[in-house]
């Protein structure tokens, strides 16, 4: 550097690193060759892989996630099968690590809407009982712009679990006594095994009461009815597999009685008690004569104690004074009518005092009870809605496909004010916001020319967004409209027009912002040329003869 009297020299240092991240399968101590594979499951089950997000720079990087399908068939299943991150975004420090879960936890489609998704999904193969799911989940960082992908594989099959007989019959059995009766449950799965439980009832039981199956492996079960009462039974026994994913109800009735020729002999308790008598001693009828009851115990007899009986004379005395006791209820019921019958009637005359009957009275609203929707056909509808908004975002609105219906440029009502002056997530932004093209080329276009282009975004959110834009430049003022308020699931248009004056090369952008908040820029690029004529002859000569 040469300054004032001489020069000088300085020396400048620098160090250039990589700012970069890196998502690893597993807990970050293993190989880096390996994937998420979560290998093979029943539809209802889940398994959970680790995953290690790495920060290879000095500053701290913001990233989100998201899973993406290859085919719209399979983006139709993303609400049945979940596959999803924890956490879905984050921030992660200088030259560190974050662990993330990875779940992969497939369901079998609803019965009740499998009819309306089968209209709309050309490749049926995806509902069969085996299904086979390729996934990609990428993490976007926000600073720089990486974009990390990496697969997600899992395969999903539905259990195939018989039982030989699930209906059983005992007739009738005496008290105290067992009856057993065998069935068998296979495992007809040649890939997974399965693990069951059998529920705890009343007189019936199964035996053994858990187990595990290997693929294709079947086991004896015995149904034991061992009544403890008298009476007629039945009960279902739910035999629970794989933790609820499949109930089999196996149906038993049966009916005990007590054998009438069969005598007990006294219990060990009761020989200790009283001997070992059998025969039961009554005392005798009290009398004026007989001694007090602590004189009528005998050692080793069982005492039972006799109630004295009514004779037939106080049978008929306690008759009469019920007949009389009821009688004379109804009489002063039916008198205590009769009064205020006439009360009522003295009410009810000819005078008029001014008030109008039922005057002033409102008439009752009868509200019916809420009903609430089904939650299956919600995620369908949600699901068919997040569709038509990535394919009209993605494949049918382009820079020179313009919309005719503009929306509303303010908020006006409550809920369109208080959403729009909510602060979106990154999630929302990267996964529901849809931006069309934000590099628009003109080309080379003439003075005074005007030249449109549409720009398109897509609002995936089930809230009301707002999105401005802001015009800086002169040869675009006549970009119209400058702001929309888009409500959800809809795509707004927005004319970007270009005309200019004078001859030059124009590049400059354009910023729109979402809600005031979060800001973005559209690059505008055109070569703007002189109006030129050119005459293909300079003179015409007209001659007339």
Request: overall charge positive; some cysteine.
């Amino acid at each position: 550097v040469e300054v004032k009297g001489g020069s000088k020299s300085f020396e400048l240092k620098g160090f250039v690193v990589s700012q970069s991240l890196e998502l690893i399968p597993g807990d970050g101590s293993g190989g880096r060759d390996e994937g998420f594979q979560f290998g093979t499951l029943y539809f209802g089950q889940e398994r959970i892989l680790p995953g290690t997000l790495i920060n290879h720079g000095p500053y701290p990087l913001s990233f989100t996630t998201i899973i993406e399908s290859k085919t719209e068939e399979e983006e139709l299943l993303m609400n049945f099968v979940e596959m999803s991150v924890d956490p879905p975004e984050g921030t992660i420090e200088p030259m560190s690590k974050m662990n993330l879960s990875l779940k992969f936890s497939p369901l079998e489609i609803d019965p009740q809407i499998y009819s309306l998704i089968t209209k709309n999904v050309r490749n049926k193969n995806i509902f069969s009982a085996i299904r086979e799911y390729v996934r990609t989940v990428l993490v976007g960082v926000v600073e720089t712009g990486q974009t990390l992908e990496h697969p997600l594989l899992g395969k999903a099959i539905k259990p195939s679990v018989f039982a030989s007989q699930n209906t059983f019959n005992f007739k009738e059995v005496f008290v105290g006594e067992k009856i057993d009766l065998e069935f068998f449950i296979n495992n007809n799965s040649q890939e997974l095994p399965i693990v069951f439980s059998v529920q705890r009832t009343a007189h019936f039981k199964i035996s053994p009461a858990s187990g595990r199956l290997g693929p294709g492996e079947s086991q004896e079960l015995r149904i034991i009815f061992s009544p403890k009462q008298m009476g007629a039974f039945k009960q279902t026994i739910e035999i629970n597999i794989c933790n609820g994913i499949i109930i089999i109800p196996i149906k038993a009735k049966g009916i005990a009685k007590v054998d009438a020729g069969k005598t007990n002999s006294p219990s060990p308790k009761s020989r200790e008690l009283y001997g070992d008598k059998d025969r039961l001693v009554l005392p005798p009828i009290k009398s004026a004569e007989t001694p007090g009851r602590s004189q009528w115990k005998v050692p080793n007899e069982i005492v039972v104690k006799q109630s004295n009986s009514l004779d037939e004379e106080d049978i008929l005395e306690f008759r009469k004074k019920h007949r009389e006791k009821y009688a004379k209820y109804l009489r002063t019921a039916h008198d205590n009518r009769i009064i205020k019958r006439e009360k009522i009637q003295d009410y009810n005359n000819d005078v008029d005092i001014g008030i109008e009957p039922g005057g002033g009275l409102l008439s009752p609203k009868v509200y019916l009870p809420k009903i609430e929707s089904d939650s299956n056909f919600n995620q369908y509808k949600y699901m068919m809605e997040r569709l038509k908004i990535k394919k009209k975002g993605k494949e049918i609105y382009g820079e020179d496909d313009f919309i005719v219906k503009k929306f509303k440029p303010k908020p006006t009502t409550q809920t369109e004010l208080r959403e729009c002056k909510a602060k979106l997530s990154r999630a929302d932004l990267f996964q529901n916001v849809t931006a069309g093209n934000k590099l628009f080329d003109y080309g080379t276009v003439c003075v005074y020319s005007e030249n449109s282009k549409s720009f398109n975004l897509t609002n995936g959110m089930k809230q009301h967004i707002l999105v401005s834009i802001a015009i800086e430049h002169e040869e675009l003022r006549k970009t119209k409209p400058l702001s929309q308020v888009i409500p959800p699931g809809a795509t707004a248009g927005f004319d970007v027009i270009f005309s200019s004056p004078n001859p030059q090369t124009f590049y400059n952008n354009i910023s729109y912002s979402i809600n005031g908040i979060h800001n973005y820029i559209i690059t505008v690029n055109a070569i703007v040329t002189p109006l030129t004529l050119q005459l293909s002859k300079e003179q015409i000569q007209f001659r007339f003869s």
